[in-house]
């Protein structure tokens, strides 16, 4: 069975601090993953995409990770804002085009 | 996400009302998924649609839901005979197609069963 586990489920930081977070997949065949940011009552919005090849993107103060054989991948958010304050879900996409969606990490950033 | 458009926003129901959600898709986008997101859960795939064809209907209930896509107009999800347990958030996505394709998310419809 198709699985996206995320962890921590909740992080609490302060302003200006970095912070990992995680997710371990079991899907197959994978084609890609994709980590998405969602604002409380907004639909999520992409921040990266991770195909097999690639070990390492980064988009801003984001970088995402992935390393195919473990089937882990990581996002790593620096130098943190108040506005990172969301809910980060990591989801993996099959070559059929079904995507797998983690519970997500709920990151709040405190001033 | 601005581009897909849900509506209504919020929708509020008694149990055994029909509750009906419309997705409009980006412009040129022929593929629609539905999500559903109970409260401090994350987002459960329901189906998969191109216009006129329902490609994946594995995470939709059996009974009392249904999807629809037509070639003119909006996608919609309809649900009969609503139960307390359906309040939750539903999200429509729009993609071209193709399998790397990213899924643009519409702001969701809160759906409220008294």
């Known amino acids: 069975k198709n699985q996206v586990e995320q962890s921590p489920q909740s992080l609490i930081i302060l302003e200006g601090k970095n912070c990992t977070l995680q997710?371990?997949?079991?899907?197959?065949?994978?084609?890609?993953l994709r980590w998405y940011k969602q604002d409380t009552g907004r639909g999520p919005v992409s921040l990266t995409i991770?195909?097999?090849?690639?070990n390492t993107k980064s988009n801003g103060r984001y970088t995402a990770t992935l390393d195919a054989d473990t089937k882990q991948s990581s996002l790593h958010i620096t130098a943190s804002q108040l506005s990172d304050s969301a809910s980060y879900i990591c989801?993996?996409?099959?070559?059929?085009?079904?995507?797998?969606f983690g519970d997500g990490t709920t990151l709040t950033v405190k001033p | 996400n601005a581009g897909v458009m849900q509506n209504p926003r919020h929708l509020v129901r008694r149990r055994g009302q029909e509750a009906r959600l419309r997705c409009s898709p980006m412009k040129g986008h022929s593929h629609v998924y539905w999500y559903r997101q109970l409260p401090e859960e994350g987002l459960k795939f329901m189906v998969y649609l191109q216009k006129e064809n329902i490609i994946d209907e594995s995470g939709m209930p059996k009974e009392r839901f249904s999807a629809e896509f037509p070639k003119e107009g909006p996608s919609i999800l309809r649900i009969q005979q609503v139960v307390r347990g359906d309040s939750a958030a539903y999200f429509c996505?729009?993609?071209?197609?193709?399998?790397?394709?990213?899924?643009?998310f519409g702001p969701g419809t809160r759906l409220t069963v008294l």
């Open positions: 996505a729009s993609l071209t197609g193709g399998r790397n394709n990213e899924q643009f």
């Open positions: 997710c371990n997949y079991t899907v197959s065949p994978f084609s890609n």
């Open positions: 989801v993996v996409n099959t070559n059929a085009g079904k995507s797998t």
């Open positions: 991770m195909t097999f090849s690639e």
